[in-house]
């Protein structure tokens, strides 16, 4: 059964940065693909970067040059590098697989809160 745990969220001013990190155990992170994701208030669930089992890396438009993606698997651990955050980046932080077609039933963890008051 896969386990993810993300940590790392919280307050931060506009223009600061935030280090988030995701635990996981079972097949996910058997050189997979895995993403970030977040969820704003009243909006869907988003992918904001993805990172190859290789570390190759890919990012959404409002994202890039702001965020990086890393893993480490020996860790068996993703990061996500925030910085120049920005009120509309408030959400809720998730990591899953990448594509959502390989995201396991009940494999969502808790997310971490990340807050960036306007």
């Known amino acids: 059964q896969v386990q993810l745990v993300e940590s790392g969220g919280g307050l931060v001013q506009p223009g600061g940065s935030l280090r988030l990190s995701c635990t996981g155990s079972?097949?996910?992170?058997?050189?997979?693909?895995v993403g970030w994701y977040r969820q704003a208030p009243g909006k869907q669930r988003e992918i904001v970067a993805t990172?190859?089992?290789?570390?190759?890396?890919n990012y959404v438009d409002f994202v890039k040059g702001r965020f990086t993606i890393s893993r480490d698997n020996a860790k068996n651990t993703v990061y996500l590098q925030m910085s120049s955050l920005k009120p509309e980046d408030t959400a809720v932080y998730y990591c899953?697989?990448?594509?959502?077609?390989?995201?396991?039933?009940?494999?969502w963890g808790q997310g971490t809160e990340v807050t960036v008051p306007s």
């Open positions: 899953n697989a990448w594509p959502t077609r390989l995201i396991a039933p009940g494999s």
């Open positions: 079972g097949s996910i992170f058997s050189r997979n693909t």
């Open positions: 990172v190859t089992g290789s570390g190759n890396t």
